[in-house]
């Protein structure tokens, strides 16, 4: 889980970083060629990622906030008593 949340977060940064603007969805990296594709959650088994979406205010792009990170979509809960989906 813990790879798979910095691979995604990772590359939803570098799209940022290169396209002035956030993506829209996390279709939006695999089409442009940053992952092949998007990866499963090892929880649910599917790639149901939980994104966070930019405050438009403070959005490289204001007029098309997008996706600034993602989270498990698990309602699971880990050893150390924290969910999954906060992590």
């Known amino acids: 889980?813990?790879?798979?949340?910095?691979t995604l977060r990772q590359v939803i940064s570098q799209y940022t970083l290169d396209k002035q603007k956030a993506p829209?969805?996390?279709?939006?990296?695999?089409?442009?060629?940053?992952?092949?594709?998007?990866?499963?959650?090892p929880f649910t088994?599917?790639?149901?990622?939980?994104?966070d979406q930019e405050d438009s205010v403070m959005a490289v792009d204001q007029q098309e906030p997008g996706i600034v990170d993602v989270h498990s979509a698990s309602n699971e809960t880990a050893?150390?008593?924290?969910?999954?989906?906060?992590w």
């Open 79 to 86: 050893t150390d008593g924290t969910a999954y989906s906060s």
């Open 24 to 41: 829209q969805t996390l279709d939006d990296v695999v089409q442009a060629g940053y992952l092949k594709v998007i990866p499963k959650d």
């Open 45 to 51: 088994n599917e790639a149901n990622w939980t994104p």
């Open 1 to 6: 889980l813990k790879q798979d949340l910095f």
